[in-house]
Nanobody, 112 residues
């Protein structure tokens, strides 16, 4: 089992910044990926960004150039700059090793 502890969501004005954190603990494999999905009301969950255990990062087109994912051991960070109202969603951390695990989700609201 892998446990994921998320933090860092909140309310921010358009153009602002937030940083999300996700700490993984438990049975962590040496080769894995971690990252973030998000789900807005009435929409499907979508991938935002991910990073592998050898620090290879991937981003969705909608956040490329605005969001940066990084990793420090088993903690992953998502620095979100230039936030837009359409970034409003619940953000879920995930860990993918042999199995996939999810965090509880953290709300990000971008509104004036």
């Amino acid at each position: 089992q892998v446990q994921l502890l998320e933090s860092g969501g909140g309310l921010v004005q358009p153009g602002g910044s937030l940083r999300l954190s996700c700490a993984a603990s438990g049975r962590i494999f040496s080769v894995y990926s971690m990252g973030w999905y998000r789900q807005a009301p009435g929409k499907q969950r979508e991938a935002v960004a991910s990073i592998t255990s050898n620090d290879r990062a991937n981003y969705s087109e909608s956040v490329k150039g605005r969001f940066t994912i990084s990793r420090d051991k088993n903690t992953v960070y998502l620095q979100m700059n230039g936030l837009k109202p359409e970034d409003t969603a619940v953000y879920y951390c995930h860990y993918r090793g042999v199995k996939m695990f999810w965090g509880q989700g953290t709300q990000v609201t971008v509104s004036a």
